[in-house]
C-alpha cells in the first residue's frame, strides 16, 4: 500500500484526477481503457475534473464498482451521479456500462449485465472510497454472500444485501477490483483514516477494503 497524504481535499480531488488521467492516457496509447468508478458524493469534484480533460474519452468506458437497485431517476442512484459530474463536458463520448436494468431485483439482471461488462475487462484504472465500516463498493461486512464475493471463485457481478446497504445492491466482486492494473482509493477526514488503520489488522470477512489495500495507492487528506 502506498499512502499519500495531500494539504487539502481541493489539492488531493486535482491530484487524484491528474493521476487517473495520465494513467488512462498511457494505456489509451496501446488500446480502449477501462475505468471504474465509485458512487456517492465525495468523488464529484474528482469527477469534474476529469470531464474538462482532454482524453481520447470515445475509447474509454466507464463503469461503477457497484450501484443501488433502484431506477436512474432515482436520488440514490450512483448511475445518475455518473452521469451528472463525469460523463459531461470533454468525458461525454466514453461509455458508460451499466450496472442496472429495469427489473424487481438485481439476481434478475446479473447475467446480462456481466456478459456486457466482460469484454471491457481488466479494469484499466479503479478508483475506490470506503466506508467508516472499511467495506468497499457493496461489500459489506456482515453482507448475506459477502465469503462467495470475496472468493477467487466469484463471477464478475454480486447482488449482495446487508442490514448498512439500504436498498438490494449489485457490485463487482474482489476478484474484479484485485485485477485491476491501477488500484486508488479515497478517503477524507479523520474517521477514514483511523477505519484505514484498524483495517491493515483485520480479516478481509470483517473489512472487506483488505481485498485490495495491499496493491492499492491510498489518497488522503484531513
Known sequence: MIFQTYPSRETLMAGLAATMANELRTALTEG????????????????????????????????????RWVAEDSPRSNTRLLRERLLRGKAAGATLVPLYAPAPQPEDKLQVLSEAIAPHLPITVLLLGMGADMHTASLFPGADKLAEALSPQAPILMALRAAAAGEPRITLSARVLQAAHHIHILITGPEKHAALLRAQTLTPSEAPIRVVLDHSTVHWAE
Open 32 to 67: 480502449p481503457a477501462t475505468l471504474s468508478v465509485p458512487g456517492g458524493t465525495t468523488p464529484g469534484p474528482v469527477f469534474d475534473a476529469l470531464s474538462e480533460t482532454d482524453l481520447d474519452w470515445p475509447r474509454v468506458s466507464v463503469l461503477l464498482n457497484d450501484e
